[in-house]
Structure formats: structure tokens, C-alpha cells
């Protein structure tokens, strides 16, 4: 330290620098601030967040200070959007003991659910013809795959349909639509892409006369605004049943039949004579 004196009688004094009193100061850490973001992930069954883009804010120049761990945690490990993230990232080089990194506030973060697939077998039942496309589940061993350990995720509420309404012999059944239920179920997506299949028959169905064989035309085939009835019998009912299931009864059917209003596809048409007997056959409308 140089200290001087200053006035009219400076010349009479001198001043000893030994027995100056000796004190002392603190140099900070100096503040630096970091912008970030957090990465969206999938869910891991963890809080773990991904902090990218950090910019340093504050550095003197010269300084050898850079970004060291970036991570963060996820104020929850389910899935969800916009969740916070609290971020616990940290500074490194030679310079950096000279600094104090602030924490960047209001990140948030997406955990996305995780898509999951089907596993495992199941079976079909046999079953007569009934001009729908409709699967009844025998035996089912279907498994979930990828599920976190721990988390409680189940299949429930399994539908599986034929390959196609006609007869056949080992038809292809797949799985139409599948539920999950259990207490993590909102952190999973389902998959039914490369689900397992299985095969089963449809017969010909009982009590049910071909209506060709019976002498009873239905024309024309493929039909679209009319179906036209030609038969010596008495038609008492006519039912429409399209590959849904979804059935139409026309009771007391004229010889011409409207289905102007029916959507494309393939129906069953079913007739019933006044005496009970009935009548079926496959019918397209286009």
C-alpha cells in the first residue's frame, strides 16, 4: 500500500509504512447464469432429465470455465407434459473455482408413454358360419413386452376377428383391439403391430339352407341401389347383416328391396319362408 501526506506542514512528518495496521477482504465467486432446456424422453420408470443447450452467461475473458454434468431430475418419473424439471448441473476448469453457477428455473420437460407390444398365444374357437368376422378367444396366454419391472400393467378387454366372413379351414385370427389396466397404465402406449396371431375354422352353418340350393335367387350380385327376390316361397323376413354384425330385419319384404343407403361391402342375406325355414347367401354391394 503507498500512502503520501498532503498540506502546509508535510514536511515536518514521515511516515512509517511498518506500522501500518494490517486487514483484510473477501473476494466472491463471481454469479454466472446458464440457459438451458430439458430433452423430452420416453418413460424409464425414472425421474432422470436430460439438460441440453447451456449457454454460460458472465464469464471474464480469458477464463477457462465450461459446462460440466448436465443433468437434472423430473419432478415426477410418470408420464406427463410440461413437468418441472430441477436442474443440478455443474462447472468445470481452471478457472472455475472463481465462479458460482446459478440454476436456470422454470424448466419443464415431456416424459412420453412408452410404447409396448403384445406377446405370448392365444386360441380360437371354432365356430359356424354366421357371415361376420367375429373371433371367440378360448384360451388366451397373451403377455405383455417391455413392461418396467415393478409397474403394474395388464392386457384386458382382447377382440380378435377372422381374416374374412366366407368358410374356410385354419383362418387367420388377429387381435382388432386391446385395453391396458392397472396402476401404471397411463405411462404406456399399446402396440398391436406384430401381435401373435392364431388360425381357426368357420363351417358351414346349421339349419341354414344355401338359398341357391333352395331355388330362391338373389340378384343382382355384386347389388347396390335394389336386390331383386325371385322365389316360389313365401318371404316372411329378410335380414341384412354386414361384416360388423350390425343387422337390418325387413319385415314382409317385396319382391325388390331398396339398399340404396347400405355402405360399400360384403353382406349376409338371410330370407325366412312363413314356415321358419331360412335362407342364406353372401351378397357384395359396390
Do not use: C, W
Amino acid at each position: 500500500t503507498n500512502l503520501t501526506l498532503s498540506g502546509n506542514d508535510t514536511a515536518k512528518y514521515h511516515v512509517s509504512m511498518d506500522d501500518l495496521p494490517v486487514d483484510s477482504a473477501d473476494i466472491h465467486p463471481k454469479e454466472l447464469i446458464v440457459k438451458a432446456k430439458v430433452n423430452d424422453k420416453v418413460y424409464d420408470g425414472t425421474t432422470d432429465a436430460n439438460i441440453t443447450g447451456g449457454n454460460l452467461n458472465g464469464i471474464i475473458s480469458g477464463d477457462n470455465v465450461t459446462l460440466d454434468d448436465r443433468s437434472g431430475s423430473f419432478a415426477s418419473a410418470d408420464a406427463g407434459s410440461n413437468i418441472e424439471v430441477n436442474s443440478s448441473m455443474t462447472i468445470k476448469g481452471e478457472d472455475a473455482v472463481n465462479y458460482k453457477l446459478t440454476q436456470p428455473e422454470y424448466l419443464t420437460g415431456d416424459i412420453i408413454p412408452k410404447e409396448i407390444t403384445i406377446g405370448g398365444s392365444f386360441t380360437v374357437e371354432d365356430k359356424e358360419y354366421d357371415g361376420t368376422k367375429e373371433a371367440t378367444i378360448t384360451k388366451n396366454n397373451l403377455t405383455l413386452e417391455e413392461i418396467i419391472d415393478g409397474d403394474e400393467a395388464e392386457l384386458t378387454n382382447v377382440n380378435a376377428s377372422f381374416a374374412q366372413a366366407e368358410e374356410g379351414i385354419n383362418i387367420t385370427v388377429t387381435i382388432d383391439t386391446a385395453e391396458l389396466k392397472g396402476a401404471d397404465t397411463n405411462n404406456y402406449s399399446l402396440a398391436l403391430t406384430g401381435a401373435p396371431t392364431a388360425t381357426a375354422d368357420i363351417t358351414e352353418a346349421t339349419g341354414i339352407n344355401h338359398a341357391d340350393q333352395a331355388g330362391i335367387k338373389l340378384y343382382p350380385n355384386p347389388f347396390r341401389d335394389f336386390i331383386m327376390i325371385d322365389s316360389d316361397k313365401e318371404i316372411k323376413q329378410v335380414e341384412i347383416t354386414d361384416m360388423s354384425g350390425i343387422k337390418r330385419i325387413i319385415e314382409n319384404p317385396k319382391r325388390r328391396i331398396n339398399t340404396s343407403k347400405l355402405e360399400d361391402g360384403i353382406y349376409l342375406i338371410i330370407l325366412e319362408d312363413n314356415q321358419g325355414n331360412q335362407y342364406q347367401k353372401t351378397m357384395i354391394h359396390e
